[in-house]
């Protein structure tokens, strides 16, 4: 006999013992009611106790929407495996289900010093007095040691007035709570104000919001009041200036300079000649030339958005600020301007080394003249590969071997375009801010971290979405009849089937 005939005959002994099953099943138990009935019981015991072994083993959920709403981002992972601290996560009067008790407890699979723990307030008094909870109230605590940090439902979502879709940013503020109470270096940062008509509370709100779920202290500085660039901070941002400094923060802002204070510098495109011979000085300091009147234009498809040669894709370079968004969607600049930089020569005399950050493509061109409504390059306009994005390294004193003292430096990230960052809509289709398309928040918030020696905070983050979804009265009724209505017909026609096989027997 060969092989074939062989696993033909085998195949054949299986087909029989199946079949055989099938038939003791049907002579000796759906054929008696009781044995019938016992039979569906033990399957239904058999599908409890599978789903109480499964809630048990407390699996990851399987995420399919598309932004990966209800599982964990690697970065925020990275944030807290090697937290040492133990960290208590008190749910207060949630449910058991809630979806975001799922995405806390995978924060203790990633770190088991991190515990989720689902209370009322009248079965923990002692969480209920220590933090002032009152029977009824929901909210989340997170705890470690003497630090906390409370969070409401509300402060999960944030809601869009303009497009009117509920966003959740759960994983966001949990994290950051999560590292906030666990960490005791947390980045001071100071947005200058008084020389801009962008500011945290106007235009820049999505901003605030994203910086503080990074576990960043912001705070806003006049330096017309404070006399000088707080000792604390790590990082300085200044955006768009639509006048000149003053000499008060001229000085204050050199001398935080020489201090060896990092900047983080927002540059919007001009369309008339601004004097302004103090801001110029600071900038200045590291090589920056004053800014020319203008706006990049693309000439390249692949990298401007939607035949709009003004909205320009830059080039993102391989930097340690940029690393994390080489493979992503890249930015979307509007009517960027171009950075100018001094002479090589000059830079090394004054210590400074240059970093390209973002690039135009190379038949990018210049456009001076507002007049010209053609999108195609016009003669006498330059065209070249421009630099929009470049961070500046200043050395204010060398490293020294001796001592074993490090090189203290000052370090300028410069953007050729403010509005990237702001709540500005993109287009007047869109309400959606511009901050939150393709990358944009990532630049800033990495170059945030840079500044502040927080490189682990450098990542590409995962973008938020609708959240809710409130079903029409026709899809209600569907889905009630496929949980309720369905099982019931199966039902009613198992026992029709086995009413009338009783009679024929």
Same mark, same amino acid.
């Given at each position: 006999?060969?092989?074939?005939?062989?696993?033909?005959?085998?195949?054949?002994?299986?087909?029989?013992?199946?079949?055989?099953?099938?038939?003791?099943?049907?002579?000796?138990?759906?054929?008696?009611?009781?044995?019938?009935?016992?039979?569906?019981?033990?399957?239904?015991?058999?599908?409890?106790?599978?789903?109480?072994?499964?809630?048990?083993?407390?699996?990851?959920?399987?995420?399919?929407?598309?932004?990966?709403?209800?599982?964990?981002?690697?970065?925020?992972?990275?944030?807290?495996?090697?937290?040492?601290?133990?960290?208590?996560?008190?749910?207060?009067?949630?449910?058991?289900?809630?979806?975001?008790?799922?995405?806390?407890?995978?924060?203790?699979?990633?770190?088991?010093?991190?515990?989720?723990?689902?209370?009322?307030?009248?079965?923990?008094?002692?969480?209920?007095?220590?933090?002032?909870?009152?029977?009824?109230?929901?909210?989340?605590?997170?705890?470690?040691?003497?630090?906390?940090?409370?969070?409401?439902?509300?402060?999960?979502?944030?809601?869009?007035?303009?497009?009117?879709?509920?966003?959740?940013?759960?994983?966001?503020?949990?994290?950051?709570?999560?590292?906030?109470?666990?960490?005791?270096?947390? *980045?001071? !940062?100071?947005?200058?104000?008084?020389?801009?008509? =962008?500011?945290? @509370?106007? /235009? +820049?709100?999505? &901003? $605030?919001?994203?910086?503080?779920?990074?576990?960043?202290?912001?705070?806003?500085?006049?330096?017309?009041?404070?006399?000088?660039?707080?000792?604390?901070?790590?990082?300085?941002?200044?955006?768009?200036?639509?006048?000149?400094?003053?000499?008060?923060?001229?000085?204050?802002?050199?001398?935080?300079?020489?201090?060896?204070?990092?900047?983080?510098?927002?540059?919007?495109?001009?369309?008339?000649?601004?004097?302004?011979?103090?801001?110029?000085?600071?900038?200045?300091?590291?090589?920056?030339?004053?800014?020319?009147?203008?706006?990049?234009?693309?000439?390249?498809?692949?990298?401007?958005?939607?035949?709009?040669?003004?909205?320009?894709? *830059?080039? !993102?370079?391989?930097?340690?600020?940029?690393?994390? =968004?080489?493979? @992503?969607? /890249? +930015?979307?600049? &509007? $009517?960027?301007?171009?950075?100018?930089?001094?002479?090589?020569?000059?830079?090394?005399?004054?210590?400074?080394?240059?970093?390209?950050?973002?690039?135009?493509?190379?038949?990018?061109?210049?456009?001076?003249?507002?007049?010209?409504?053609?999108?195609?390059?016009?003669?006498?306009?330059?065209?070249?590969?421009?630099?929009?994005?470049?961070?500046?390294?200043?050395?204010?004193?060398?490293?020294?071997?001796?001592?074993?003292?490090?090189?203290?430096?000052?370090?300028?990230?410069?953007?050729?375009?403010?509005?990237?960052?702001?709540?500005?809509?993109?287009?007047?289709?869109?309400?959606?801010?511009?901050?939150?398309?393709?990358?944009?928040?990532? !630049?800033?918030?990495?170059?945030?971290?840079?500044?502040?020696?927080?490189?682990?905070?450098?990542?590409?983050?995962?973008?938020?979405?609708?959240?809710?979804?409130?079903?029409?009265?026709?899809?209600?009724?569907?889905?009630?009849?496929?949980?309720?209505?369905?099982?019931?017909?199966?039902?009613?026609?198992?026992?029709?089937?086995?009413?009338?096989?009783?009679?024929?027997?």
């Amino acid at each position: 006999m060969n092989k074939e005939s062989k696993e033909l005959i085998k195949v054949e002994t299986k087909e029989k013992k199946f079949h055989k099953f099938i038939e003791i099943i049907k002579k000796k138990w759906l054929i008696n009611g009781s044995k019938t009935i016992l039979l569906v019981a033990i399957i239904i015991g058999i599908f409890f106790a599978i789903n109480i072994f499964m809630e048990s083993l407390e699996l990851t959920p399987i995420d399919f929407s598309q932004e990966q709403l209800f599982t964990l981002t690697q970065e925020s992972k990275d944030k807290v495996r090697y937290i040492g601290e133990n960290v208590k996560i008190y749910f207060i009067e949630y449910s058991e289900d809630d979806t975001v008790i799922d995405l806390a407890k995978q924060y203790g699979k990633v770190n088991p010093n991190i515990e989720v723990e689902v209370i009322k307030a009248s079965e923990r008094p002692d969480i209920a007095q220590k933090y002032e909870i009152s029977t009824g109230t929901t909210g989340i605590i997170v705890e470690c040691g003497e630090k906390f940090k409370v969070l409401s439902p509300s402060d999960l979502v944030t809601y869009d007035y303009s497009t009117y879709e509920t966003i959740s940013v759960a994983e966001e503020k949990l994290t950051s709570a999560i590292t906030s109470v666990a960490t005791t270096d947390i *980045p001071k !940062v100071y947005f200058l104000t008084g020389y801009s008509n =962008l500011s945290l @509370s106007n /235009g +820049l709100q999505y &901003l $605030d919001m994203y910086l503080q779920n990074e576990v960043n202290d912001v705070e806003t500085v006049d330096i017309l009041t404070t006399g000088k660039v707080p000792d604390d901070c790590d990082t300085l941002v200044i955006v768009m200036p639509s006048k000149d400094f003053d000499e008060l923060a001229t000085n204050s802002i050199i001398d935080y300079i020489n201090r060896g204070g990092n900047i983080l510098w927002f540059q919007a495109a001009t369309a008339q000649k601004l004097d302004t011979p103090n801001i110029n000085k600071v900038l200045d300091v590291y090589g920056i030339k004053p800014f020319d009147v203008g706006i990049i234009m693309e000439t390249d498809a692949d990298k401007m958005l939607s035949d709009m040669p003004d909205y320009i894709l *830059p080039d !993102v370079q391989s930097t340690e600020v940029t690393q994390k =968004l080489q493979n @992503s969607e /890249g +930015l979307i600049l &509007l $009517d960027a301007t171009k950075i100018n930089t001094a002479e090589d020569e000059v830079l090394t005399e004054r210590k400074v080394e240059k970093t390209e950050l973002l690039k135009t493509g190379d038949e990018a061109f210049f456009r001076t003249n507002f007049y010209v409504m053609s999108d195609e390059h016009q003669e006498g306009e330059e065209q070249a590969s421009f630099t929009v994005g470049q961070m500046m390294t200043k050395t204010l004193a060398d490293a020294n071997e001796e001592t074993g003292e490090q090189a203290k430096t000052s370090k300028l990230i410069i953007f050729g375009e403010a509005y990237f960052i702001s709540d500005v809509p993109l287009s007047q289709n869109s309400q959606d801010p511009a901050i939150r398309y393709r990358q944009n928040k990532d !630049v800033v918030l990495n170059s945030i971290a840079y500044l502040s020696n927080r490189e682990e905070d450098i990542v590409a983050r995962k973008s938020t979405g609708i959240v809710t979804y409130t079903a029409t009265e026709t899809e209600n009724n569907i889905i009630v009849a496929i949980i309720f209505t369905v099982p019931c017909i199966i039902i009613v026609a198992g026992a029709v089937v086995w009413f009338i096989r009783r009679r024929k027997k």
